[in-house]
Each structure stands twice: as structure tokens, then as C-alpha cells.
């Protein structure tokens, strides 16, 4: 079974559309993550949520707005997308409070603007 | 603020044989946590090892070990045995204790293998 589960893994759209990505992870975890990946593969968090409420949220623009329906469950919505948006998006979760704990992530969805 | 920089874009090995990948970080903290990720072109992020920063002894996971010298803020990571199987991007993270959760990475380290 998936630990973390992204959908869709590819999502292709054009510019100025809106579009989700879904995360759930089964692990029991109650902190969730989304990083992101750019095209020379440097990774930045962007958001993080602790039993869901908002913990960071790292100067994302508010184009970007996750929803956090309960502790499994880390949506990321995108509106008015914009070409520097193409990226890998990937979900994360971990135990939350202690640091030791590794963080699971998904496979990653790509997000191609046209 | 935390960095972490990896030094080598690219890094090469011939199979069976070792290559140790290089990280260096900056903090101010004087405890926090240490992981190198794996990412294969399946675009999968693995955790390979961690390490504490109160611990002195280097973790180890059968052929990955790690050399972390805190003073030097260094966390290299040794792969013995090399197989075809570990090509991938390294990715070297740092979590603090004090802002726990996110990970702060580096720009990575693209490692190919040859037979």
C-alpha cells in the first residue's frame, strides 16, 4: 500500500486555468508538506500543516491555497496558473514534534503549463 | 537562516567501487538533524540515512555511512559497493529543532554509475 499518494501524477493545462493536486498518506502521521521542484531540481518547502492548521507557509503567492480537510488529507489547489508554475509538486508527512522523524514523500506530481 | 550546499553537481563511480558525496551546511543551532535523500529518475525521494547532530557516532545503513563533523559542518555521504542501482540524485536536508517542520535541501548531487 501507498505510504503517500499524489493524483494526478502528470497534469499538463494552460495558463490562467485552475487546477488541484490531491495528497492522503495512510501512515498516521500529523504533518503534512508540499515542497516544490524546479526545473534544475532544487527542492523548497512551501507549506506545512500540523493537525490541520497552517504551521508554514513560506512567501508562496496566494495563488497557492492548500486545504486541509483532516490530518490524512493535504489538497493543494492552484489558480490563475502562470508558466513559471510548471514544476514537481510532491506531498510529504511525518510525525510531527519530534525532528528525528523522517519525512515520507510521494511520487511527486509534474505540473506543465503550456 | 539555515543553508545547505552540495559542492558537486555531478559525481561518477565505476561499479563495486566507493564515492563519498560532499555537504556542508550553515547554522547557528547547536542541535538539529541531518538526512540525505535519494532520488532516481522515477522521481521517488528515498530516505537513505539520517544522522542526529548530538550524536557523535557517523550513522551507518549496510552500504551508505556517513562522515559528520559538526564542527566543520560537514555531513558527507560514503557509498561502498556501488551498484547500477544506486544512480540518482543526492540530496542532502537539514531539519532544525527549533522551526521542525520543513527541511531545508541542497541543490543536489546527480551520481551515475558505470559498469
Known amino acids: 500500500d501507498t505510504a503517500v499518494s499524489q493524483t494526478p501524477k502528470y497534469l499538463v493545462t494552460q495558463m490562467g486555468n485552475d487546477k488541484s493536486i490531491k495528497c492522503e498518506q495512510n501512515l498516521g502521521h500529523d504533518t503534512m508538506y508540499w515542497y516544490k521542484q524546479d526545473s534544475k531540481k532544487f527542492l523548497k518547502i512551501m507549506f506545512s500543516?500540523?493537525?490541520?492548521?497552517?504551521?508554514i507557509n513560506e512567501t508562496v503567492p496566494n495563488r497557492f491555497s492548500p486545504k486541509s480537510p483532516d490530518k490524512a488529507h493535504l489538497n493543494l489547489h492552484i489558480n490563475s496558473l502562470e508558466l513559471g508554475d510548471s514544476a514537481v509538486y510532491f506531498c510529504?508527512?511525518?510525525?510531527?514534534?519530534?525532528?528525528?522523524?523522517?519525512?515520507?514523500f510521494g511520487d511527486g506530481t509534474r505540473l506543465s503549463i503550456l | 537562516a539555515q543553508t545547505v550546499t552540495q559542492s558537486q553537481p555531478e559525481m561518477s563511480v565505476q561499479e563495486a567501487e566507493t564515492v563519498t558525496l560532499s555537504c556542508t551546511y550553515d547554522t547557528s543551532e547547536s542541535d538539529y538533524y541531518l538526512f540525505w535523500y535519494k532520488q532516481p529518475p522515477s522521481r521517488q525521494m528515498i530516505l537513505v540515512i539520517r544522522q542526529e547532530a548530538y550524536k557523535q557516532q557517523n550513522a551507518t545503513e549496510n552500504r551508505f555511512s556517513v562522515n559528520f563533523q559538526k564542527a566543520a559542518k560537514s555531513f558527507s555521504l560514503k557509498i561502498s559497493d556501488s551498484q547500477l542501482g544506486d544512480a540518482a540524485m543526492y540530496f542532502c536536508a537539514y531539519r532544525s529543532l527549533v522551526v521542525a517542520d520543513k527541511l531545508i535541501f541542497g541543490t543536489g548531487t546527480r551520481l551515475q554509475v558505470f559498469p
Open positions: 500543516y500540523n493537525n490541520k492548521e497552517l504551521i
Open positions: 510529504a508527512s511525518s510525525r510531527g514534534g519530534t525532528s528525528n522523524q523522517p519525512q515520507h
